[in-house]
């Protein structure tokens, strides 16, 4: 710490020790804020916190006290506690007479003070005092308060608000480090664990690699052999390295499509907004769902499905649908990502209403008119695969984060995909769901289907 750092603390503790003198509080005052102060730190929650702020005035002074703060989601001051009833659960409107302002006011036989948060920004910025301004406090009857404690009360709700501020910059950090650890979680399941999957493309490659070697040694053999004209060695070699070509261009194709899917994924995830506002933010636009997003990540996990041997039954209504809505593509990709790679994981075979065996994998939607209320129509999309029923007592735990069923068969897992696959769904508005049916799992979700006339608009 620099000596101008020191020399600048040490100021500020002179001019508070001038301050306070000429305030020259009361004991009684003195004693309030000392209690506020050890109460503050001895109750850890909201909600002991604002008992604590209504209660002291009725001890020490005799008043009764109301604490109200402006919800941003409801754009109102509100009752959040009073001395009377204590902590309102179902916070209610101000009455008419409390008004957000600047400054005290005398209203109702009530004496009303604004509350104010700390500043975010320098002191040197010029930054208008009301945008702190985070709430009112009420206490009456007024005709009990002395002009001295008027002004003390002015220091007091300072107090309260500063405090609040704190402890709204704590829980805060609190959320983004819950938030970051989640992040993490999706981070490794969706994007590390796949990336692995560039290995096993490189073996392959070096592997073909190695078979170049080998034709160059055949071509070599063929050459020196008695008997077999130029025509003949060139018609060998010529067809397998057409068959060599082939293989390498699949394999291209598939490190390409393997690049995007994990590019995609690494700019849905990184994105800096999630990061600045502690959860995850969507960046919609306008996508026919099925041509853009699922029929994409099944040409990417194909060669999976098929190496297990699951059959993809089409939708072809799915595929060529024209309904278009307004979804983070990134996102909602993932989540079909989840749901795909549960298939490979999870699908088993079963005997169909033929007696044939029957190993799956099934995609499709369907409009639910009305399902989120009066003309606001829901899409269903529905992930089926074939096998046994998940227990009926795990369904209820199968979108928690961390929780995997008795079925997973030794399969590797971390039990976090399904709790990603909702959490992203219910920030599009949306709901999760599962059914059992007559062959398998059907895992689905409900978005809201967008009216045209929206088409376009980012929320």
């Given at each position: 710490m620099t000596q101008s750092e020191i020399d600048k603390i040490r100021k500020r503790v002179k001019e508070k020790r001038e301050i306070y003198i000429e305030y020259d509080f009361s004991r009684i005052q003195n004693d309030i804020l000392k209690t506020f102060f050890d109460l503050a730190q001895e109750f850890d929650s909201l909600r002991d916190f604002f008992a604590i702020a209504v209660l002291i005035p009725l001890?020490?002074?005799?008043?009764?006290?109301?604490?109200?703060?402006?919800?941003?989601?409801?754009?109102?001051?509100?009752l959040v506690c009073d001395s009377q009833k204590g902590h309102y659960y179902d916070r209610l409107p101000a009455p008419e007479y409390i008004q957000l302002v600047n400054e005290p006011y005398e209203a109702n036989d009530s004496y009303i003070l604004p509350i104010f948060g700390k500043s975010l920004y320098p002191a040197p910025l010029p930054v208008d005092e009301s945008h702190n301004l985070i709430g009112m406090f009420e206490l009456f009857p007024e005709s009990k308060l002395r002009n001295s404690d008027r002004f003390f009360l002015t220091k007091y709700t300072n107090r309260i608000g500063y405090n609040l501020h704190n402890r709204k910059i704590a829980r805060q950090n609190i959320d983004h480090i819950k938030f970051i650890n989640t992040l993490v979680r999706d981070i490794e399941h969706d994007v590390i664990i796949p990336n692995m999957y560039y290995r096993f493309l490189f073996i392959k490659f070096g592997k073909k690699i190695a078979a170049l070697a080998e034709l160059e040694d055949s071509f070599r053999d063929l050459k020196n052999q008695e008997?077999?004209?130029?025509?003949?060695?060139?018609?060998?070699?010529?067809?397998?390295?057409?068959?060599?070509?082939?293989?390498?261009f699949d394999l291209q194709s598939e490190l390409q499509r393997h690049h995007s899917h994990i590019s995609m994924f690494l700019e849905s995830l990184f994105r800096r907004d999630h990061f600045e506002q502690g959860q995850l933010v969507l960046r919609p636009k306008k996508c026919i769902l099925g041509k853009e997003i699922v029929v994409p990540q099944l040409a990417h996990f194909g060669n999976r499905l098929k190496a297990q041997g699951i059959t993809i039954e089409h939708s072809q209504e799915m595929a060529t649908e024209?309904?278009?809505?307004?979804?983070?593509?990134?996102?909602?990709?993932?989540?079909?990502?989840?749901?795909?790679s549960n298939a490979v994981k999870y699908?088993?075979?079963?005997?169909?209403?033929?007696?044939?065996p029957k190993k799956a994998l099934a995609y499709g939607r369907d409009v639910l008119p009305n399902f989120f209320g009066p003309g606001r129509d829901g899409i269903k999309f529905n992930v089926f695969t074939t096998g046994k029923h998940i227990e009926s007592t795990e369904v209820s735990k199968i979108f928690c984060d961390g929780f995997r069923g008795s079925n997973i068969h030794g399969q590797p897992g971390t039990g976090h995909?399904?709790?990603?696959?909702?959490?992203?769904?219910?920030?599009?508005?949306?709901?999760?769901?599962?059914d059992p049916t007559e062959q398998g799992n059907n895992f689905y979700f409900i978005l809201p289907l967008t009216p045209q006339k929206n088409i376009g608009q980012t929320t």
């Open positions: 001890e020490f002074l005799k008043v009764d006290c109301r604490l109200y703060l402006f919800d941003d989601n409801n754009e109102r001051l509100e008997g077999r004209s130029a025509v003949e060695v060139c018609d060998l070699v010529v067809d397998k390295i057409g068959a060599l070509r082939e293989e390498l024209e309904v278009p809505l307004l979804v983070d593509i990134g996102l909602l990709s993932q989540v079909y990502a989840n749901l795909i699908t088993t075979e079963i005997q169909d209403q033929q007696g044939r995909g399904l709790s990603f696959v909702r959490n992203v769904v219910e920030l599009h508005g949306g709901k999760v769901g599962y």
